[in-house]
């Protein structure tokens, strides 16, 4: 069954990092774009990050830029997400998604559970 | 950046129709999805490309996409159906994706 499980999720304290991850299964992950998305507690969903399905294409949201990358190993159907500097307000609940078609022309039609990322001292 | 203008609410009764709307520039040239996410769940694809429903979800479900408003419409509203609802499209001027404030839908 399709499937995405995320995973790395902790507390870190403020100008920490972690690397989360994201385990895909039951599909070709090799043929698909991917998105990391984050929910801040009692908020919204906001948009961090987007890759192609080759990797050779990224984009960030402006309030991760230069602190997060992503990146895909698509021989281990895993998506990353390696987060530097964190700050209190990138606590939230961090999910990945499978994206459909270039520039997300279909939609994000499937998504993890989601794990916890919780910055503070 | 672009932005997505979503009521903070909406509330219907059961077996009514339910409208949630998507306000932005010029949206109609953009393909518009939709988000339905219960609370302590993930987000579930409701209506993808402006009106398309993906496999399982109910015939209730529709969606529509012209001028500067998109415009999820729930038929027959149930109680299962309360939940947050959120709009999604690619702004292309940025290359990012952009989220609606959501629409958390209750049903008296």
């Known amino acids: 069954q399709v499937q995405l499980v995320e995973s790395g999720g902790g507390l870190v304290k403020p100008g920490g990092s972690l690397r989360l991850s994201c385990a895909a299964s039951?599909?070709?992950?090799?043929?698909?774009?991917m998105s990391w998305i984050r929910q801040a507690p009692g908020k919204g969903l906001e948009w961090v990050s987007y890759?192609?399905?080759?990797?050779?294409?990224?984009y960030y949201a402006d309030s991760v830029k230069g602190r997060f990358t992503i990146s895909r190993d698509n021989a281990k159907n895993s998506l990353y997400l390696q987060m530097n500097s964190l700050r209190a307000e990138d606590t939230a609940v961090y999910y990945c998604?499978?994206?459909?078609?270039?520039?997300?022309?279909?939609?994000?039609?499937?998504w993890g559970q989601g794990t916890t990322v919780t910055v503070s001292s | 950046s672009y932005v997505l203008t979503q009521p903070p609410s909406v509330s219907v009764a059961p077996g009514k129709t339910a409208r949630i709307t998507c306000g932005g520039n010029?949206?109609?040239?953009?393909?518009v999805h939709w988000y339905q996410q219960k609370p302590g769940q993930a987000p579930v694809l409701v209506i993808y490309?402006?009106?398309d429903r993906p496999s399982g979800i109910p015939e209730r479900f529709s969606g529509s996409n012209s001028g500067n408003t998109a415009t999820l419409t729930i038929s027959r509203v149930e109680a299962g159906d309360e939940a947050d609802y959120y709009c999604?499209?690619?702004?292309?001027?940025?290359?990012?994706?952009?989220f609606g404030g959501g629409t958390k839908l209750t049903v008296l």
């Open positions: 890759i192609s399905s080759s990797g050779s294409t990224i």
């Open positions: 998604a499978r994206d459909r078609g270039w520039n997300s022309l279909y939609g994000m039609d499937v």
């Open positions: 999604q499209v690619w702004d292309s001027s940025s290359d990012h994706q952009v």
């Open positions: 039951g599909f070709t992950f090799s043929d698909y774009y």
């Open positions: 010029n949206i109609g040239s953009k393909s």
């Open positions: 490309y402006d009106s």
